[in-house]
Nanobody, 131 residues
């Protein structure tokens, strides 16, 4: 069982930056792949970024095309935490951001972008980007 708590959301102007944090409970954090997803009002939840378990591949990362080059996901296993550094924010990045933990099938990187690949979810943190 893993419990996830996100923090770091807020209101920022377009072009600004935010860093989201996700703190996980449990002693097996390093064995989980971690992902960030987001959901805007009236839209479905969508993939943002993911990072593999360090034990599997040294922490490979995956990004949605819409955030590639602007967002960076990284993890600190000593702190049982995963982070999402968001730069050059745009109004269309406005959403509730969710942290997730799970064991996506490792035979394809595309599995890391699938909501059903994750077993545990946080409560979400709101990010609002003003124009």
């Amino acid at each position: 069982q893993v419990q996830l708590v996100e923090s770091g959301g807020g209101l920022v102007q377009a072009g600004g930056s935010l860093r989201l944090s996700c703190a996980a409970s449990g002693r097996t954090f390093s064995s989980y792949a971690m992902g960030w997803f987001r959901q805007a009002p009236g839209k479905e939840r969508e993939f943002v970024a993911a990072i593999t378990a360090i034990s599997w591949s040294g922490g490979n990362t995956y990004y949605a095309d819409s955030v590639k080059g602007r967002f960076t996901i990284f993890r600190d296993n000593a702190k049982n935490s995963v982070y999402l550094q968001m730069n050059s924010l745009k109004p269309e990045d406005t959403a509730v951001y969710y942290c997730a933990a799970g064991f996506p099938p490792t035979y394809s990187g595309s599995n890391y972008s699938i909501i059903g690949s994750y077993d545990y979810w946080g409560q979400g943190t709101q990010v609002t980007v003003s124009s």
